[in-house]
């Protein structure tokens, strides 16, 4: 992975465990990293997402197309991201 949204210790790990958590008025974003994967998980008032992807990156790209998912929630979400990548690379 490269970009702002590359991760260098996600292919260490040996358990699911939670990267990312966002939660607004609107709806709640989580990222999940397992060794081989990443979840996605999106829920808001009435409808709820999960989808399963390679990479931080390309989760955090398929947000972008997750349906009814508000533009507020979406910015706030990649926020939260780009700061826990900057934190976990910062340790």
Known sequence: MTGPLAHPYIGAMNITRHFSDTRTSEGRVRFLLAPDRVQLMVEGRGWQH?????????????????????????EQTLSDLERQIAFEGAA
């Not at 390309?58 to 929630?73: D, G, H, M, S």
């Open 50 to 74: 999960q989808s399963t992807h390679l990479s931080l990156e390309e989760a955090a790209n398929f947000l972008a197309v997750v349906p009814r998912i508000t533009q507020q929630l979406y």
